[in-house]
C-alpha cells in the first residue's frame, strides 16, 4: 500500500509518528529520538509532495511550451516546418528529454497527441548533436483536436486535470484507459534514447577517464606507484560500469522492441 502526503492515509500516519512519545513507548530515552524521527517523517513526506507538484508544473509547462512554440506567432527559434497534405506549412516541435523518468516523458508525448502533436521519433536534423532530441509532428486534423481537448479540459493548462491522467492529488498517474497507450508510446521513446545513446561513441571515453585521473595525481602530487594503482582500479570500474550501462540499454531496447512487436507495433516507421 502506497503512503500519500495530503491522504487521509499520509496525514494519519504522520500524526502517529508525531503522537509517539514516552507514553506509548513506555521509555523517557526514547521521546527525543521519537521526536527527531516524527521531525524527519514530516520533512520526507513534503519532499515527496513537492517532487509530485514539480513533476505536474514542468509537464504543463513543457505542454504550454508546445502550443506556443507552435502557434500562429511565427516560426519559433528551434522549431521545424513540416508540410502537410494541403501543402500549408505547420511548425513541428523539437525538444530533448527534460525529466529523468522516460515514462512521464511518454506521459507527455500521450498529452502532445490530444492536442494534435503526435511523437515522431529522434530528430533527423540534431543526430549528431550528443544529446537525443525528439521530435513532434502536427497530425492532419491537429486543429480538430485541440478544440476537442480543449472544450473536455477546459483548464488543463492552468491546474485542472489533463488528458488521460488522473485528478489530485496525484495528477501525473496515467488513468487505466490510457495506460496501455502511454506504454506503447514509452516503448517507442525508450527505443530512441537507447539507440541514440548507443551510437556515442565509447572511444573518448576510454581516454578521458584515464586521462583525468592522471591529471588528478599530477596536480595533487600523487604520481606514485599507490597513487597509479588507485587510478588504474577506479578508472577500471568506470569503464567496467559504462560497459555494463551498454548492455543493460540493448537489453531493455530488445524488450521494448518485443513488447511493440506482440502489439503489432512497427518501430521505426
Keep these: 500500500m502506497s503512503v500519500r502526503n495530503g491522504s487521509p492515509y499520509g496525514k494519519s500516519a504522520s500524526k502517529a509518528m508525531k503522537d ?5 513507548t513506555g521509555h523517557r530515552g526514547l521521546e527525543s529520538a521519537c521526536d527527531d524521527f516524527a521531525n524527519s517523517w514530516d520533512y520526507g513526506f513534503g519532499q515527496l509532495s513537492k517532487l509530485r507538484v514539480r513533476g505536474e508544473v514542468t509537464l504543463r509547462r513543457h505542454l504550454r511550451k508546445l502550443l506556443r512554440e507552435t502557434g500562429s506567432e511565427g516560426r519559433p527559434s528551434g522549431s521545424h516546418r513540416a508540410p502537410t497534405a494541403s501543402g500549408e506549412a505547420e511548425a513541428s516541435f523539437t525538444t530533448e528529454v527534460p525529466w529523468p523518468s522516460l515514462w512521464k516523458f511518454a506521459q507527455f508525448a500521450y498529452i502532445a497527441e490530444q492536442y494534435g502533436y503526435r511523437y515522431s521519433g529522434p530528430d533527423p536534423e540534431l543526430r549528431d548533436s550528443g544529446t537525443p532530441f525528439f521530435v513532434f509532428r502536427p497530425l492532419p486534423d491537429a486543429r480538430e483536436r485541440a478544440d476537442r481537448t480543449r472544450e473536455r479540459f477546459p483548464g488543463a493548462l492552468e491546474g485542472g486535470r ?22 506503447l508510446l514509452h516503448a517507442r521513446i525508450a527505443i530512441d534514447y537507447y539507440g ?43 569503464l567496467i560500469a559504462l560497459a555494463a550501462s551498454r548492455v543493460f540499454m540493448r537489453r531493455r531496447r530488445a524488450a521494448h522492441e518485443r513488447l511493440l512487436e506482440r502489439s503489432g507495433v512497427r518501430w521505426p516507421p
Aim: charged content about 15%; cysteine-free.
Design 162 to 183: 489533463l488528458p488521460g491522467m488522473r485528478a489530485w492529488p496525484v495528477p501525473v498517474l496515467t488513468l487505466p484507459g490510457a495506460r496501455s497507450e502511454v506504454r
Design 20 to 24: 509517539a512519545g514516552t507514553k506509548e
Design 196 to 238: 541514440a545513446l548507443g551510437r556515442q561513441r565509447i572511444r573518448p571515453w576510454l581516454i578521458g577517464i584515464p586521462a583525468v585521473f592522471l591529471l588528478f595525481l599530477l596536480v595533487n602530487g600523487e604520481l606514485h606507484a599507490t597513487g597509479l594503482r588507485v587510478a588504474v582500479g577506479l578508472s577500471a570500474a568506470l
